[in-house]
């Protein structure tokens, strides 16, 4: 049919709030009420990791986007050259802009993916700037502590 690189990608990663993935991959960031110190910790790192492996397999996307763009290129000179009817030139060309199209959108959401990768890292190490001593104080007592807000009303 054509030499078309075929593109997917595998073990994408969701944020879901019962803990279900939705697209088979390996990390979910839950969304569940639990807000202690580790609980935060752990999500901000879950969804900085979900981040990640997006990014990367966007990038991959991306790449075969674009080598698949560049072949239907060449296969659009190519049925030129052959001197084939012209409507599957301008198919194949339209296929080549397309493809070309997403990708310069995909970019955008790889970039994007990044970002947020960056700002739950940055959001963690704040956390931690800041909640950390007091985690650690509540950790060490036997007695119960107050929840937060108990002392505000």
């Known amino acids: 049919m054509s030499d078309l690189e075929t593109t997917t ?28 110190y580790k609980a935060v910790q752990q999500k901000l790192k879950t969804l900085g990791t979900a981040m990640d492996l997006a990014g990367n397999e966007l990038e991959q996307l991306l790449r075969g986007m674009r080598t698949n763009a560049q072949r239907a290129e060449g296969l659009a000179v190519d049925i030129a050259n052959a001197e084939l009817d012209r409507r599957f030139i301008e198919m194949t060309n339209q296929v080549a802009v397309a493809l070309g199209g997403a990708a310069v959108e995909v970019q955008r959401l790889h970039e994007t993916a990044q970002e947020v990768s960056g700002l739950a890292s940055d959001a963690r190490r704040t956390h931690a700037r800041l909640y950390e001593g007091l985690d650690t104080i509540r950790s060490g007592r036997r007695e119960r502590t107050p929840k937060p807000g108990f002392f505000a009303h």
């Open 9 to 36: 990608t595998g073990g994408g990663v969701a944020a879901t709030t019962d803990g279900d993935n939705a697209t088979g991959g390996s990390a979910a960031a839950t969304t569940d009420g639990d807000n202690r």
